[in-house]
């Protein structure tokens, strides 16, 4: 029961920082500025990164070990492949970046609206697996990933996923979109992660010595979505400086988070 709780509760604890976020729709008046915006985005860069690093790729190679010099074999390899298949993501889902003037991937009579959702909820994919992974080796036993490491991982993402919840609800309200449609729609896009987190659990239990490969495959993925999105958006235009800042903010919290609690 207990062990049943704490995966429980570390599969909602991102979801729930999504919804909080989105929620701001309720409190906050009008569109959130330039500077804000990219602030939120340079923490989420930062969290995303560090995550990758300390909770993803170094357990990876940790548990790899034994392999010598070769220990980066599998964190490489996963890595590769979590990068490509969100390359491959973003070429077969429409969607809109949100200072982008077009959409990305196939041509789609979707709603403006709908394409922004699915932008986020794009990225929001490897988060739930990055999740999911650190549980199922918890779960398995592994030596490498306890539970705080997890819950580590769980709150550092959630804490991301407060600004990107209002990220997304707060344009979606500007579009036109009534408090609730955007709250909801705030919320769903975040919905993806426990769900992707399920999965990998499932799928990481059956194949226990590839741990280090989805450890690294969700670091890829993760890595793709700060460089191809988050840093381009933050660094554009006025106050990129603000981004950066934020970034090392967001960077050092998750780095405290998962040495202190890992």
Known sequence: MYLNLNLFIGLLIPFLGTTLGAAGVFFMRGELSPKVEK????????????????????????????????????AVTGFWFGTLFLL???????????????????????????MMVLAVTLHNIPEGMAVGVVFAGWLAGNEGLSIGAAMALAIGIAIQNFPEGAIISMPLRAEGESKGKAFLNGMLSGIVEPIGAILTIIFAEQVVPLLPYLLAFAAGAMMYVVVEELIPEMSSGKHSNVGVLMFT???TLMMVLDTTLG
């Open 39 to 74: 602030a939120l985005q340079g923490f989420a860069s930062g969290v995303m990164v560090a995550a990758s690093i300390w909770s993803l790729i170094l357990p990876a190679m940790e548990q790899s070990s034994s392999m010598g010099k070769l220990a980066f074999l599998p």
């Open 249 to 251: 903010l967001g960077f």
């Open 88 to 114: 491959a993501l973003d070429h077969i889902i429409p969607h809109l970046h949100q200072f982008a003037e077009e959409p990305e991937g196939p041509k789609s009579s979707l709603a403006r609206t709908t």
